[in-house]
């Protein structure tokens, strides 16, 4: 799993934890969880927050949507905004916008 807070000029490893032991044919079955540290700084500018996953071919998930008729297989990069705001007091906040909602909700960048 790699991040990018540049829109993807530059990536950077995230850590990657395997709470699962491989089958024995050496395979892994369960979502990998993954972790990356990130200074506060760093947001300062950043319009979105990027994160792509690779396998064990080296194929990587697609910057940009392909949408198909059944709209399966759509698997691009993972965008998520990044909003600098105020708060009423006057205080420097920021907000992270999800490209949809989970659920019957509305909102997100996408919708």
């Known amino acids: ?3 990018s807070t540049d829109r993807g000029v530059h990536w950077r490893l995230a850590e990657i934890e395997r709470k699962e032991r491989p089958t024995e ?4 079955w369960c979502w990998i969880w993954w972790g990356f540290k990130l200074p506060v700084s760093e947001l300062i500018g950043c319009r979105e927050m990027w994160c792509r996953a690779w396998d064990e071919a080296n194929n990587t998930q697609a910057e940009n949507i392909t949408w198909n ?3 399966m ?3 691009p990069v993972f965008r998520v905004r990044v909003h600098a705001a105020k708060t009423a007091s006057g205080e420097h906040v920021l907000r992270f916008e ?3 909602q989970p659920g019957q909700q509305t909102g997100g ?3």
């Open 1 to 3: 799993v790699e991040v």
């Open 98 to 100: 999800h490209p949809t």
């Open 69 to 71: 008729l059944m709209g």
């Open 109 to 111: 960048w996408m919708t």
């Open 73 to 75: 297989g759509n698997n």
């Open 25 to 28: 044919h050496g395979m892994y």
